[in-house]
């Protein structure tokens, strides 16, 4: 089925671990997202991709870094991992005009212990 | 920046009954996205809005473009089980480089059967 696809769905790391979540669309979108979800909190944007080969930081950027691998991959790396990054990341694509709207991944749930 | 206020914060419901639910900004936005998110799974979007006063249904979904610009509304008739999760608005944050969307922190809506 066409839509963003999330792995893992799931990961337990230990503090210190490194880890990188990938995210792949087949929809031919040109613009990539990497959202965190917490409880109250809504959705945080961590990093963006406007086009392949640009990233930007969003608004929750620190101790996260990401790389735009081709049109369709973008990934999320944790390179030093805390226990405040336990969350559910969820990476997204749309076109260039944000006002259609994205289209989800089913998301990563990470516990950091 | 931009913000989304969105309310009620939760609700608990009887099946059968209508829910109304709404989004605020202090500053107008162009265009208003609704979305629901399953348990467990990544938010879809339900409705997208993109006229001041337009009124736009998706079966037993209706939301409404707010005249000030400053607000949207979304209400679910007779609603079901299977409307459970959590209901989020979205509108494009122009403050950034290219209108990423920048969500509320979301309604969650509970059905008792």
């Known amino acids: 089925n066409a839509g963003v696809t999330q792995t893992p769905k799931f990961q337990v790391l230990k503090t210190g671990q490194s880890m990188t979540l990938q995210c792949a669309q087949d929809m031919n979108h040109n613009s990539m997202y990497w959202y965190r979800q917490d409880p109250g909190m809504g959705l945080r944007l961590i990093y963006y991709?406007?086009?392949?080969?640009?990233?930007d930081k969003g608004e929750v950027p620190n101790g996260y870094n990401v790389s735009r691998l081709n049109k369709r991959e973008f990934s999320l790396r944790l390179e030093s991992a805390a226990p405040s990054q336990t969350s559910v990341y969820f990476c997204?694509?749309?076109?260039?005009?944000?006002?259609?709207?994205?289209?989800f991944g089913s998301g990563t749930r990470l516990t950091v212990v | 920046g931009q913000q989304l206020n969105q309310s009620p914060q939760s609700m608990f419901i009887q099946e059968g009954e209508d829910v109304s639910m709404n989004c605020t900004s202090s500053s107008i936005f162009n265009t208003w996205l609704w979305y629901k998110q399953d348990p467990g799974e990544g938010p879809v979007l339900l409705i997208a809005?993109?006229?001041?006063?337009e009124l736009t249904s998706n079966g037993r979904l209706t939301a409404q473009f707010g005249i000030t610009r400053k607000d949207s509304f979304l209400n679910i008739s007779a609603s079901i089980p299977s409307d459970v999760g959590i209901y989020f608005c979205?509108?494009?944050?122009?403050?950034?480089?290219?209108?990423?969307?920048?969500f509320g922190k979301g309604t969650k809506l509970s059905v008792k059967p």
């Open positions: 997204a694509s749309s076109e260039v005009q944000a006002n259609y709207g994205y289209t």
């Open positions: 991709s406007a086009s392949e080969g640009t990233t």
């Open positions: 979205a509108g494009p944050n122009y403050g950034g480089s290219q209108g990423n969307l920048i």
């Open positions: 809005l993109y006229k001041a006063g």
